[in-house]
C-alpha cells in the first residue's frame, strides 16, 4: 500500500512559537520552501522525522526541540493514509506525548512507548528512519546518503523497499525459536540422561532387593521346615500318647471305685473279725483263769469249762482261717488298686503332654505362618513397588526419547528455515531479480543528468562504476556534484522500486537545499526534466535558499520569516 501524507504541523517546535505552522503535504505539485538561514526552512524535515520516528532528521538532541523560549507544550502532528485508512501521529515533549490514531480511534497504548513505535513502524509505515530517508529525503545537512552507508544498513533499505525485511523478522523469530528449542532439547537430553542413571540405579536397586530378598526367603524357609519338623514331630508322638491312651478301657474310673468299695468291704469285714478274735480271746482266758460265774457266783462244771474253752478254740480257728482268706483277699484288691491308679495317673499324664505338645505346635504353627507371610511382604511389597517404579522410569524414557525425536525433527526443519531465510536465501533470491532492473533504473537516470558511467550494484550492495572508457571507479573517487547525482538516481530509483513493488511508496519527496550544493546549471536542469517525469500525485519540496534562481521554475512557494525570534510561514 502507498503512504499518501495529508499534511504536518507543529508548534513550540524548534525555533517555533505557541502557534501551529502547518503545511499541507498532498497538494500533488512542486513546492519551492525559501528563507534566510536559520527562518526555519528545514525545520519541516526534523518535524516529519520526529513525529513518525521520534528523532529528528538533524542531529539535535531531543531536549534541543523544544523552543528555548516558551520551553514546553512542543507538539508535532502529522496525518497520512495508508490505502483507504487514515492515520495521525501525534508526539509532544514537556509534556510527553505519543498517540497513533486510526481512523479517528487511538491504538491502544498498554504496551511500553518503544513496542508502540514498533507498531508504528513495522504495521503501518513499514519501513524504518534510514529506508524512509533513502525514498523521501535527499538532503545536504546530517541526511547520509545509500552510497555512504554501510553494506548491512544498505542492505535495510533495499529489504525495506522490496518487502521483503518479513523475511528478516521471521529469521529472527526462528531463531528465537531455534534458541528455545535448544534449550528445550538440551533440558529433555539432561532428564533423559537423568533418567538412563536412575533406571541403571533401579536395576541395581531391584536385582539387590531380589539378591536379599532370595537370602531371606531362604533363611525363612528354613526356618519354616526346622519349625515344620517339630511340629510333625510334635504331632506323631501326640499320635503315639493318644494311641496309648485309647488302650486303657473305657471303664477305667468305674472300676476304680468298684474296687475301692470292695477293699472299703473288706477292710471292714477284717475290723470285724479282728473285733471277734479279741472276743474269743478273752471268754478263753476267762475260762482257763477262772471257776466260779461272775454273774451268779456258781462254780463252773469241768466239763462246761472244758466245752467253752473248746468253742472258744474253734472259734479263735476259724476267725484265723478267715482273717488268713481275708488278708489275702485284700491283698488282691490293694494290688488291683495300685495298678488301676498306676493307669490313671499314667493317663494323667499322656493328657497333660497331649495338651502341652498342642501348645507347641500352636507356637511353632504361629512361627511358620510369620515367616510365609514375611515372605509373601517382600515380594509384593518391596520388589513390586520397585518394579512399578521402574516401568515408570522405562514409560518418562520412551516419552524423553519420543520428544528428543520430535524437537530432532523440529530442528531439522528450522534448519532447513534457516538456510532459506539466510541473506543468502530467499532474499537473495528476490534481489536477484530486481538487481537488473535496479540497474537499468540507475543508469537510465545517471544519464538524464548527463552522467555517463555504468554503475552497477551486486548482491552485496557494493557498486562497480565505470567509465565509458571502462576505467574503474569509486563513489569516494568523484566529486561532491557528481556525488550528487549518483545520490539522485539512486533516491529516483528507490522511489521507483517502491511504486513498482508497492512496497513502501509514497507521495512526499522532499530535496533538501539539493539545488544550493555542488550541482552545476546543467545538473539542475537535468533534475528538473526528472521532476516533471514523477508522477501527478506526488508532492515535492524543494528547500532552497536561492530564491530568485528558482522562484519561476516551482508553481507553489512557501516563505519562511522570523518575526521576534520566533520561525513563522511568511503570509502573502
Known amino acids: 500500500m502507498a503512504i499518501t501524507f495529508r499534511h504536518i504541523k507543529w508548534k513550540n517546535f524548534l525555533s517555533t512559537g505557541d502557534d501551529f505552522t502547518e503545511i499541507n503535504l498532498d497538494n500533488r505539485s512542486s513546492t519551492l520552501v525559501v528563507g534566510p538561514n536559520g527562518a526555519g526552512k528545514s525545520t519541516m524535515l526534523d518535524a516529519l522525522s520526529f ?127 531455534s534458541a528455545q528449542l535448544r534449550d528445550k532439547l538440551g533440558a529433555t537430553a539432561h532428564e533423559a540422561d537423568v533418567n538412563d542413571r536412575t533406571i541403571s540405579m533401579q536395576h541395581k536397586f531391584i536385582d539387590e532387593i531380589k539378591h536379599r530378598n532370595a537370602d531371606n526367603v531362604k533363611k525363612n524357609l528354613k526356618k519354616i521346615e526346622e519349625h515344620t519338623q517339630i511340629v510333625q514331630q510334635l504331632q506323631a508322638k501326640n499320635e503315639e500318647l493318644q494311641a496309648e491312651a485309647d488302650r486303657v478301657p473305657n471303664d477305667i474310673r468305674s472300676s476304680l471305685k468298684k474296687t475301692e468299695e470292695k477293699r472299703q468291704a473288706l477292710l471292714s469285714y477284717q475290723a470285724q473279725i479282728k473285733s471277734n478274735m479279741q472276743r474269743v480271746v478273752k471268754d478263753a482266758k476267762f475260762y482257763e483263769n477262772h471257776d466260779n460265774c461272775p454273774t451268779c457266783s456258781q462254780m463252773l462244771v469241768p466239763a462246761f469249762k472244758a466245752e467253752k474253752l473248746h468253742a472258744c478254740k474253734e472259734s479263735a480257728r476259724e476267725l484265723t482261717d478267715g482273717q488268713a482268706k481275708l488278708a489275702e483277699e485284700l491283698k488282691k484288691v490293694e494290688d488291683s488298686l495300685g495298678e488301676i491308679s498306676t493307669t490313671m495317673n499314667r493317663l494323667d499324664e499322656i493328657q497333660q503332654l497331649i495338651r502341652t505338645n498342642r501348645s507347641q505346635i500352636q507356637l511353632h504353627t504361629k512361627y511358620i505362618s510369620e515367616f510365609q507371610q514375611e515372605n509373601a511382604e517382600m515380594k509384593d511389597a518391596s520388589l513390586e513397588e520397585a518394579e512399578k517404579k521402574l516401568e515408570e522410569l522405562l514409560d518418562l524414557k520412551e516419552n524423553l526419547s519420543t520428544q528428543k525425536s520430535i524437537y530432532y525433527e523440529q530442528g531439522a526443519y528450522n534448519q532447513a528455515m534457516s538456510e532459506m531465510l539466510k541473506d543468502t536465501g530467499i532474499k537473495t533470491k528476490i534481489i536477484r531479480q530486481y538487481l537488473p532492473v535496479m540497474n537499468k533504473l540507475i543508469n537510465q537516470y545517471l ?10 550494484l551486486d548482491e552485496a550492495f557494493e557498486e562497480t562504476i565505470k567509465s565509458r572508457y571502462r576505467d574503474d571507479f569509486s563513489y569516494p573517487s568523484f566529486s561532491e556534484g557528481e556525488k550528487q547525482r549518483i545520490d539522485l538516481a539512486l ?64 508553481p507553489n512557494k512557501i516563505e519562511f520569516e522570523k518575526v521576534k525570534n520566533f520561525s513563522q510561514i511568511k503570509q502573502k
Open 51 to 177: 513525529a513518525l520516528f521520534g528523532k529528528p532528521h538533524r542531529d539535535i538532541n531531543k531536549p534541543q526541540l523544544v523552543n528555548s523560549i516558551n520551553g514546553k507544550n512542543c507538539e508535532v502532528e502529522v496525518a497520512f493514509t495508508v490505502g483507504k485508512t487514515e492515520f495521525l501521529v501525534r508526539r509532544g515533549i514537556k509534556p510527553s506525548i505519543f498517540e497513533i490514531w486510526q481512523n479517528g480511534k487511538m491504538v491502544n497504548q498498554e504496551s511500553h512507548a518503544m513496542d508502540y513505535q514498533k507498531v508504528l513502524e513495522q504495521n503501518i509505515l513499514k519501513l524504518n528512519h534510514k529506508s524512509f530517508h533513502q525514498i523521501v529525503v535527499l538532503g545536504s545537512s546530517s541526511f547520509i546518503p545509500f552510497m555512504q552507508l554501510p553494506a548491512q544498513h544498505r542492505r535495510e533499505v533495499i529489504e525495506d523497499l522490496l518487502d521483503i525485511n518479513v523475511f528478516t523478522k521471521m529469521n529472527t523469530i526462528l531463531k528465537e525459536k
Open 491 to 554: 533516491l529516483f530509483t528507490w522511489r521507483q522500486i517502491a511504486k513498482m513493488k508497492n512496497s513502501v511508496s509514497t507521495n512526499l519527496l522532499v530535496l533538501d537545499e539539493t539545488f544550493d550544493s555542488s550541482m552545476d546549471a546543467d545538473g539542475v536542469e537535468n533534475l528538473m526534466k526528472i521532476l516533471k517525469t514523477l508522477d501527478a500525485g506526488t508532492s515535492v519540496f524543494i528547500i532552497s535558499h536561492k530564491t530568485d534562481a528558482l522562484d519561476s521554475k516551482f
Open 447 to 456: 544519464q538524464t543528468l548527463d552522467f555517463f558511467v555504468s554503475f552497477n
